[in-house]
């Protein structure tokens, strides 16, 4: 995992998915913008760290609720090693009674967009990083096979004239 969480500032507008309509997430100025802190963990959270695996909704309340971030739209398995805090206080109106999922508004909509977009992108450095260090690897045997070939096939060619011209020593 990485080693410091990653903050993200949430803007002021966010997009409501269903209806495309801009919504405010500082309640036309009266709130402060939030944030977004998403840290990974190195293994995955999705059977054993199940509980933890989530995106904490925060706001002047404190904790009012969470997404389950298998439940985000994310296309990686990486997905399974992320979980973080969103720090919003125009969303304490949407809290419900068993501190759990968030009350259906074009916000909470519009928040869980963002946040599954932020974690789509927080995961292809992941990948990127990860294919970096496989393509770097695969060079690695690569060159030793290369190397490999090369000690066989000068053995071999090395034999093959030595057979062909004799050893060298009179007759």
């Known amino acids: ?10 803007p002021s507008t966010l997009k409501d998915p269903t209806s495309g309509k801009e919504i405010s997430t500082i309640n036309g100025g009266s709130l402060q ?3 977004l802190v998403l840290r990974t963990s190195k293994g ?3 059977y054993k760290k199940k509980g933890r695996h989530n995106i904490i909704y925060k ?6 609720g ?3 971030v ?3 739209d994310i296309q990686s398995s990486y997905r ?3 979980y973080g805090e969103c720090d919003l206080l125009a969303l304490e109106p949407f809290k419900q009674n068993d501190r759990g999922v968030l009350a259906i508004s074009p916000l909470t909509r519009a928040v869980r967009e963002f946040i ?3 974690i789509q992108e927080y995961v292809k450095e992941f990948e990127v990083r990860d294919r970096r260090l496989i393509n770097q690897e695969e060079k690695n045997a690569l060159s030793k096979m290369n190397e490999a070939l090369d000690r066989w096939k000068n053995r071999f060619l090395g034999k093959l004239i030595q057979g062909l011209w004799g050893t060298g020593e009179g007759a």
Do not use: C, N
């Not at 995992?1 to 949430?10: L, Q």
């Not at 706001?59 to 009012?64: D, K, L, P, Q, V």
């Open 70 to 72: 298998p439940d985000l």
């Open 33 to 35: 913008s939030g944030t």
């Open 116 to 118: 599954s977009e932020q």
């Open 66 to 68: 969470y997404v389950p």
């Open 1 to 10: 995992g990485a080693e410091e969480p990653r903050v993200i500032p949430i």
């Open 44 to 46: 995955s959270m999705r």
């Open 80 to 82: 399974d090693r992320i």
């Open 59 to 64: 706001a002047e309340s404190g904790f009012i």
